[in-house]
């Protein structure tokens, strides 16, 4: 049975993300899920999940913080190619660096730099908050069923800027374009959370439970 390890380094409330992949699982036999911090759960994991709420540096100092975690995602994901997914701040951790209260070493997966919005429009709040329509970039097999104009929900005041326009997948206007999904090989993030994004984030859990890279 296969084994997605949703990791758990105290950032952010994982209910209902836990509650959201169990669910696609058992509508796709997609395996077992289990939330977890232990380095040996992410080394035996089929695929990897990593949420994060808050801030850039704040995320990337606590995972940093449990002692050979991020050691062991990155030979999971690095090493031996496991599917991987990074949701909102798990997503811009990817990057190369976050500018969030002071610049912050990122993972490197994904070249780029998380920056703050700034919308064209000045009537437009920071943070970006609620709905909006995602706006697919290039086809992937976990956006599936996924269609320009579907919704999803976002909550950040900063952005994935990528260096290669290739490695994002989708991006929402929000007075400018918005980063919504970044991609390469077995690695995938989407800024939105996906547990929360109704029917286009449920497509999107089930086939990445389902992805074969």
């Given at each position: 049975m296969p084994l997605t390890v949703l990791v758990d380094y105290d950032s952010g409330n994982l209910h209902s993300a836990e509650k959201a992949f169990q669910r696609m699982a058992l509508e796709v036999g997609g395996g077992d899920i289990l939330v977890t911090s232990r380095p040996e759960d992410v080394a035996s994991a089929d695929r990897i999940v990593l949420p994060g709420d808050g801030a850039f540096p704040a995320c990337r100092e606590a995972l940093g913080s449990y002692g050979g975690l991020f050691e062991a995602i990155e030979e999971a994901v690095i090493a031996r190619a496991r599917p991987f997914l990074g949701i909102c701040v798990g997503m811009q951790m990817l990057a190369s660096r976050?500018?969030?209260?002071?610049?912050?070493?990122?993972?490197?997966?994904?070249?780029?730099?998380?920056?703050?919005?700034?919308?064209?429009?000045?009537?437009?709040?920071?943070?970006?908050?609620?709905?909006?329509?995602?706006?697919?970039?290039?086809?992937?097999?976990?956006?599936?069923?996924?269609?320009?104009?579907?919704?999803?929900?976002?909550?950040?005041?900063?952005?994935?800027?990528?260096?290669?326009?290739?490695?994002?997948?989708?991006?929402?206007?929000?007075?400018?374009?918005?980063?919504?999904?970044?991609?390469?090989?077995?690695?995938?993030?989407?800024?939105?959370?996906?547990?929360?994004?109704?029917?286009?984030?449920?497509?999107?859990?089930?086939?990445?439970?389902?992805?074969?890279?």
């Amino acid at each position: 049975m296969p084994l997605t390890v949703l990791v758990d380094y105290d950032s952010g409330n994982l209910h209902s993300a836990e509650k959201a992949f169990q669910r696609m699982a058992l509508e796709v036999g997609g395996g077992d899920i289990l939330v977890t911090s232990r380095p040996e759960d992410v080394a035996s994991a089929d695929r990897i999940v990593l949420p994060g709420d808050g801030a850039f540096p704040a995320c990337r100092e606590a995972l940093g913080s449990y002692g050979g975690l991020f050691e062991a995602i990155e030979e999971a994901v690095i090493a031996r190619a496991r599917p991987f997914l990074g949701i909102c701040v798990g997503m811009q951790m990817l990057a190369s660096r976050g500018h969030e209260y002071r610049e912050t070493p990122g993972f490197g997966w994904i070249p780029g730099d998380v920056v703050r919005i700034e919308p064209a429009d000045r009537a437009l709040k920071v943070p970006h908050m609620g709905w909006n329509d995602l706006i697919l970039d290039r086809p992937h097999p976990v956006l599936d069923g996924i269609a320009t104009g579907d919704h999803a929900y976002f909550v950040h005041s900063y952005h994935f800027r990528v260096a290669d326009p290739a490695h994002r997948l989708a991006f929402c206007d929000y007075g400018g374009p918005i980063t919504a999904i970044v991609g390469r090989d077995n690695i995938l993030g989407t800024q939105f959370h996906p547990e929360k994004s109704q029917a286009a984030g449920l497509r999107l859990i089930g086939n990445f439970l389902r992805w074969t890279p």
